[in-house]
């Protein structure tokens, strides 16, 4: 049996599966174009439209945690 079976379980490295907002949770069934995606500590985060309009501040500024 050399026949392929295609394995829909395959991880795509660049789009592994649904994106969940960092805030609120909302998840998404591909990357969001309007989602703002931000790197925090090495680990990519989403924020959907509401979130990241209240985090725009925060976003922008890169403050750590530190911080606030
Ligand atoms: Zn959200």
Do not use: H
């Not at 392929?4 to 994106?19: M, R, S, V, Y």
């Not at 609120?24 to 439209?49: K, L």
């Not at 979130?51 to 403050?63: F, Q, S, T, V, Y």
């Amino acid at each position: 049996m050399d026949q392929k079976t295609p394995d829909a379980a395959q991880l795509d490295p660049e789009n592994p599966g649904p994106i969940t907002c960092a805030r609120c949770g909302t998840t998404a069934d591909g990357p969001p174009p309007t989602w703002t995606c931000s790197v925090e500590n090495g680990a990519r985060r989403y924020f959907c439209d509401d979130c990241a309009r209240a985090n725009i501040r925060a976003i922008e500024g890169r403050l750590d945690s530190s911080w606030w």
